[in-house]
């Protein structure tokens, strides 16, 4: 229990220090229902979905307010976004196949009144609206009505899904430029980077000035990192057979492992997926005094080595421009090399050997970061049973490591 309560208490001093750093604003301004443009900060949670309201100051030493899109014709992060309020017609038909989708290939447009991310502005300007699974594109030109680029799937007669790619006209009809071929607007995907690229297109080929805000946005980034750390492995034996439990407390192990790390496009940067291909070795041997065994005690000697591969979900908490702690759980699945548990009595003869074979376990993880390359990190891992192929014995296993970590190549 004392591993498990030390690192409970770390996690409640960490989640302590993450309550006072997290807020984050950003120079900014908004502008209201009478034209005039606020100068404050905003904070900048870098929204996943299209927000209806956002929290500013006036100053760095000013109480935060609210402000939502019923008072506000426009707000933006200065070099980071900018959210403009429109009314507009959307469909909010389903668009995932897992979920049901409609039977008509006609799309479902009501009015509504939204914050839209503005993409590109230029003489023709590309807007965005998330909602969850739900993502619209909308466009206007020469200052005119914002429309939407309509695109919707459908279940045709056949049961198969069918496509409504309407947009891909609309943009023919209204984008016109020699470099735009039926074929090229014919293959043109409704997603964010093809639209934002003949957006820009567009703009440049007519020779109009043209703000690409998606592209001072962070992008996806692949971290790969080096690990290597120590860990201080608790094992307790349990049998049906009238044994005493063998209990190897505080065995010191090592582990070096690789980390691959993929951070999420939004929320400025704060989740992230990894996957930790890792060695670890654990060896180490106990004593128990046992009146029904010959010599009256028996020793347990483990060796064990295995490739550990934890996958799962961090999160980032920004403290300044270089440092930032970190949250992870994952999942753990071992593999194990030739390993063991063998009880010997006191003239060596070996009563039980007892092999390996490992199921799956989870691991919770802290640490910091600092300057995107140097990392610590405290992890405690969940009981792992080690004896999965035995009916009469168990395993126990959970580790405390410590972790250092250096990224050493990351890509863009």
Request: glycine share 4%.
């Amino acid at each position: 229990m004392k591993i498990k309560n030390s690192f409970l208490l770390v996690s409640i001093l960490l989640l302590n220090i993450i309550a006072y750093s997290q807020v984050s604003f950003e120079e900014g301004y908004f502008i209201d229902n009478n034209d005039k443009r606020i100068n404050c900060l905003i904070e900048n949670i870098d929204w996943k979905n299209n927000p209806k309201e956002f929290t500013y100051k006036l100053t760095e030493d000013s109480n935060p307010r609210k402000e939502t899109i019923r008072n506000v014709k426009e707000f933006g992060i200065n070099d980071f976004s900018r959210y403009v309020r429109h009314k507009v017609m959307i469909d909010r038909s389903p668009d995932d196949p897992v979920r049901k989708l409609s039977e008509s290939g006609q799309p479902n447009l009501k009015e509504e009144e939204l914050f839209l991310n503005v993409l590109v502005e230029g003489e023709a300007s590309l807007y965005m609206y998330v909602d969850q699974r739900l993502k619209r594109y909308f466009y206007n030109k020469d200052g005119s009505a914002v429309e939407p680029l309509i695109f919707k799937r459908f279940i045709r007669a056949d049961n198969k899904v069918g496509t409504n790619s309407q947009y891909k006209q609309q943009l023919y009809n209204e984008l016109k430029c020699p470099n735009f071929s039926i074929g090229r607007i014919d293959k043109l995907e409704y997603r964010k980077n093809q639209l934002i690229r003949f957006f820009v297109e567009y703009n440049e080929c007519n020779g109009h000035e043209v703000e690409n805000y998606d592209a001072k946005r962070e992008k996806h980034i692949f971290n790969f990192s080096i690990r290597p750390g120590l860990s201080i492995g608790f094992l307790t034996i349990e049998s049906e057979y009238n044994l005493r439990d063998f209990k190897f407390d505080a065995k010191l192990g090592y582990r070096v492992g690789v980390e691959f790390e993929y951070i999420l496009p939004y929320n400025k940067n704060k989740w992230a997926v990894i996957l930790e291909p890792t060695y670890q070795v654990m060896k180490g041997e106990t004593t128990n005094f046992e009146p029904n065994i010959p010599g009256n005690y028996l020793t347990g000697k483990i060796d064990y080595s295995s490739i550990e591969l934890p996958a799962g979900i961090r999160h980032y908490f920004h403290l300044n421009e270089k440092s930032k702690l970190f949250l992870n759980a994952s999942f753990v699945v071992d593999i194990t090399f030739k390993s063991s548990v063998e009880l010997l009595t006191v003239d060596n003869f070996s009563y039980y050997d007892i092999q390996i074979e490992t199921r799956p376990n989870a691991a919770f993880g802290m640490g910091y970061k600092f300057d995107n390359k140097f990392s610590v990190e405290m992890r405690y891992q969940t009981n792992r049973e080690l004896f999965s192929r035995y009916v009469y014995w168990r395993g126990k296993y959970n580790t405390l490591s410590f972790n250092l970590a250096y990224t050493f190549l990351n890509w863009n």
